[in-house]
């Protein structure tokens, strides 16, 4: 009986996310009209924050969805103490478009909104597209290897993208979303990097590191997130199907030492290597977290 209701499940579960988007939209998109007509700093500030509770707002209906779908529970760690105010740098591994709706359910309203780097082809995703604009979100153009040798310039259009984001994100608070593998995890890619970890693709530390030097030391703390799947990556498909299994998470509020946000990342071949070592060492206990999650699943 459940498989023959999992099909229909899935489909109005992607209507009811389609319509609580278009709900929340059209005032989000009245706020940015008005936030592009009337550009004084004071008044943007104010419209920014009404912004990110509307956007709070749709997170939480989306939450009370995912909720009713799933038949595991969520084993969540580390959310006691967080505070609804100030700036989070989070980082987070990266398995599936389902842990952006992992993240947002676990940290909604614990700490300030998410702004996540998106690829500039998502702009054009009808209605939210639009949405993720007006809420600030940054896009990132994505050129290959050989576009780059090519055009080595093109490297700073993506600097500069995330420095004028940041810039933004600075006069909210704001949590400022970084997946430091860049892409989502799969066993090609793995064997592809030789990826020392077990669970995990190597860290990209650049983009991290542009933003703590672009936000100084206004950062609190780097959340760092750790994501497992005991019974598989579930895809979004599957999220809607109310077939996710079973979720863990583990949150820890981590100093960023102050003297990350000083250095030159791009220009100082010093600092970068003081960079890749404390964003590796972050990734060693990320990995052994993952393990030990996974055991702890298999009892």
């Known amino acids: 009986?459940?498989?023959?209701?999992?099909?229909?499940?899935?489909?109005?579960?992607?209507?009811?996310?389609a319509l609580n988007t278009i709900f929340w939209c059209v005032p989000v998109f009245a706020l940015s009209v008005l936030k592009v007509l009337l550009p004084v700093p004071g008044v943007r500030r104010h419209i920014d924050a009404m912004l990110n509770q509307l956007a709070a707002g749709w997170i939480g209906c989306n939450n009370a969805w995912i909720g009713l779908l799933q038949r595991e529970p969520w084993e969540v760690t580390g959310v006691e103490n967080l505070r609804y105010a100030g700036w989070y740098l989070v980082n987070c591994n990266h398995r599936s478009w389902v842990d952006i709706l992992v993240l947002q359910r676990v940290l909604n309203r614990r700490i300030p909104m998410l702004k996540f780097f998106l690829k500039q082809e998502l702009i054009y995703v009808p209605v939210i597209g639009l949405a993720w604009w007006a809420l600030d979100f940054p896009f990132m153009r994505r050129h290959s290897r050989a576009a780059l040798r090519k055009r080595p310039e093109l490297r700073k259009?993506?600097?500069?993208?995330?420095?004028?984001?940041?810039?933004?994100?600075?006069?909210?608070?704001?949590?400022?979303?970084?997946?430091?593998?860049?892409?989502r995890f799969t066993d090609a890619k793995h064997r592809a990097q030789s990826s020392p970890y077990r669970h995990l693709l190597k860290p990209r530390a650049g983009a991290m590191a542009l933003a703590i030097n672009t936000m100084g030391e206004r950062f609190q703390s780097l959340l760092d997130v750790t994501i497992a799947y005991p019974d598989g990556t579930p895809s979004f498909w599957q999220l809607a199907c109310g077939q996710c299994g079973r979720v863990m998470v583990d949150v820890r509020e981590l100093p960023i030492p102050p003297e990350l946000s000083r250095g030159d990342y791009d220009t100082d071949p010093a600092f970068r290597a003081e960079f890749h070592r404390w964003l590796g060492d972050i990734w060693e206990q990320k990995d052994r977290k993952i393990d030990s999650m996974l055991a702890q699943a298999a009892r």
């Open 157 to 183: 259009q993506d600097r500069e993208t995330t420095r004028r984001a940041c810039a933004k994100f600075a006069l909210v608070p704001t949590s400022v979303m970084n997946f430091a593998e860049g892409t």
């Open 1 to 17: 009986m459940r498989k023959l209701l999992t099909f229909p499940l899935g489909v109005l579960s992607f209507v009811l996310l």
